[in-house]
């Protein structure tokens, strides 16, 4: 899944950013607000975490102007404006949820995953074949044993699961898997697409090319239907 984070402190953009990444997120960051609606306007998020105190604009009207644009994209604002005013406007203009700082790190990503989870509305637990993926955890296993993933092998799971049956092309994927990297190539996503194949050999699931269309997850029988 890909996740905006809006944060103008260095260290704890940094720090907010490896974290998520290290579970499985893919994380663009920026820190200004003018920036952050440019890429909300450009760019295709699952998530947004948007700091309030912001050069260029502040958080408020880039959720303001992001609302106002029918976007329901979820969003955590977490700020150290923390009165019960700034809450209740922030909520009002259409945040998710609120997170005061400072914060343990644990907290943001529990409710992280619970907006993302409601905003999906997924069950808990995804079962095609004899692959699980627990929404929660956002682990994968094959009959009760868990399946190692790296973090960009699992962005391609997951964007598959959301979407069983259906074919996901593979530019959007690329959207998901990979942030503002320069040097990043669209082929690169045949890659990720291959390991996973392999990886999923033997759990009654597998990954077809729908020509001219993208990539479709489904249980063996249904793909080779």
């Given amino acids: ?71 329901r994209v979820p969003v955590l604002i977490f700020t150290a404006r923390g009165s019960v ?29 619970a907006l993302l989870r409601r905003s999906l509305g997924q069950n808990p637990v995804v079962r095609l074949g004899d692959l699980e993926f627990d929404t929660l955890s956002r682990l994968p296993s094959v009959r009760g044993k868990p399946l190692a993933l790296t973090p960009r092998e699992l962005a391609v799971l997951e964007t598959l699961l959301s979407r069983i049956g259906r074919p996901v092309a593979r530019d959007a994927l690329f959207e998901k898997i990979f942030s503002m990297e320069r040097d990043a190539r669209a082929e690169a996503i045949e890659i990720y697409v291959h390991r996973l194949r392999k990886k999923l050999e033997g759990s009654g699931v597998q990954i077809t090319t729908v020509r001219g269309l993208g990539y479709m997850i489904g249980a063996l029988s249904q793909a080779a239907a």
């Fill in 1 to 71: 899944m890909r996740i905006l984070l809006v944060e103008d402190h260095p260290e704890l953009c940094e720090w907010v950013a490896k974290a998520l990444r290290q579970a499985g997120y893919v994380v663009d960051t920026t820190d200004r607000g003018d920036h952050a609606e440019h890429h909300l306007l450009t760019g295709e998020y699952d998530g947004v975490l948007l700091d309030l105190s912001l050069p260029g604009k502040d958080g408020l009207e880039v959720l303001r102007h992001l609302r106002a644009r029918g976007s």
């Fill in 85 to 113: 005013d700034d809450r209740i406007k922030g909520l009002n203009l259409g945040a998710d949820d609120y997170l005061p700082k400072p914060f343990e790190l644990a907290e943001l990503e529990a409710r992280l995953k």
